[in-house]
């Protein structure tokens, strides 16, 4: 079974700063996809981003990247210009087409201090 | 946002009796997940479905049971629960692996 692991349980960040999370899988898979969720303290699970293994350029979406070092099975989260809002739970979550599964980390503490 | 309706939102139960919660969607996802969330332990998938009928265990699936008969419902079945199932349970849904997973709202389940 995949395993995917996030270490740094909690991480602090001067509100407008830069914040990297890290997560790194085991698979023997080739094609896979890769997510970060963030969960606020509301509980909801928001899906933050998204990378396709198969795409060499890491993907963005506004203030989020992603470092993706598919040799190195590696997924880091960079979170730019932090935001008060952006206070949460942060996972990361791997799935391919070999099962149907969608197997999480277990989560980084983001602290945003103003 | 995705059509995904858990329910109940919160439940208190006694040791040993069953639980049925259930998970509704609109948007006619195939895949349908069931996880459980504790501290320092993030999600943990109890059970998956990826189809009507089509389900699979996940990595903690003793004490629970699923169903599903229809594509848009997917139930977890406490059978006798125990003080150690006391915990906020997610459910999914999924169209392709390569999309994210939608989450419902969560149901808090205590038992005493």
């Known amino acids: 079974a995949q395993t995917v692991t996030q270490s740094q349980p909690e991480m602090s960040v001067q509100e407008a700063e830069t914040v990297t999370l890290s997560c790194t899988y085991d698979t023997s898979e080739s094609d896979y996809y890769l997510f970060w969720y963030k969960q606020p303290p509301s509980r909801q699970m928001i899906l933050v981003i998204r990378q396709e293994a198969y795409k060499q350029q890491n993907a963005t979406e506004n203030r989020f990247s992603v470092n993706f070092q598919k040799a190195a099975k590696s997924f880091s989260l960079k979170i730019s210009d932090s935001q008060l809002g952006d206070a949460a739970m942060y996972f990361c979550?791997?799935?391919?087409?070999?099962?149907?599964?969608?197997?999480f980390g277990k989560g980084n503490q983001v602290v945003v201090i103003p | 946002d995705a059509g995904i309706t858990q329910s109940p939102r919160h439940k208190v139960t006694e040791t040993g009796t069953p639980v049925t919660l259930r998970c509704h969607q609109t948007e006619n996802h195939r895949y349908m997940y069931w996880y459980r969330q504790d501290p320092g332990h993030g999600l943990r998938l109890i059970h998956y479905?990826?189809?009507?009928?089509?389900?699979d265990k996940g990595e903690v699936s003793d004490g629970y049971s699923v169903s599903r008969s229809k594509t848009e419902d997917f139930l977890l079945t406490l059978e006798s629960a125990t003080s150690s199932q006391t915990s906020v349970y997610f459910c999914?849904?999924?169209?392709?692996?390569?999309?994210?997973?939608?989450f419902g709202q969560g149901t808090r389940l205590t038992v005493v």
């Open positions: 999914a849904i999924s169209e392709s692996i390569g999309q994210g997973a939608f």
């Open positions: 979550a791997y799935r391919d087409y070999g099962n149907n599964r969608l197997a």
């Open positions: 479905s990826y189809g009507v009928k089509d389900t």
